[in-house]
């Protein structure tokens, strides 16, 4: 059975930085990444990346985020640095099977605001 556990989210101030992790398991996986929702919209996309390093980014986070893989862990990373109150959202990490299959994490909470 496919699982993937999320952790890292929180408070954090404006200009602060924050690392989100998702560990994934049950599958070997190729494409990974991340979505968000905030309050009152809808589900986009902030990063993917494959099983061999390439990379994609919502233009609102190119240049602040960065995403990252451990394939040996199946862990994918979020680096999120300059936060800002409007990268507030839940995060919800996702990990295609190299089956075809989706599977979504539970989604972790990021405020920022001072």
């Known amino acids: 059975q496919v699982q993937l556990v999320e952790s890292g989210g929180g408070l954090v101030q404006p200009g602060e930085s924050l690392r989100l992790s998702c560990a994934a398991s049950?599958?070997?996986?190729?494409?990974m990444g991340w979505y968000r929702q905030a309050p009152g919209k809808g589900r986009d996309l902030v990063a993917t990346i494959s099983s061999g390093g390439s990379t994609n980014y919502a233009d609102s986070v190119k240049g602040r985020f960065t995403i990252s893989r451990d394939n040996a862990k199946n862990t994918v990373y979020l680096q999120m640095s300059s936060l800002k109150p409007e990268d507030t959202a839940v995060y919800s990490c996702?990990?295609?099977?190299?089956?075809?299959?989706?599977?979504w994490g539970q989604g972790t909470q990021v405020t920022v605001s001072s």
């Open positions: 996702y990990a295609r099977s190299t089956m075809g299959s989706l599977s």
């Open positions: 049950g599958s070997i996986f190729s494409t």
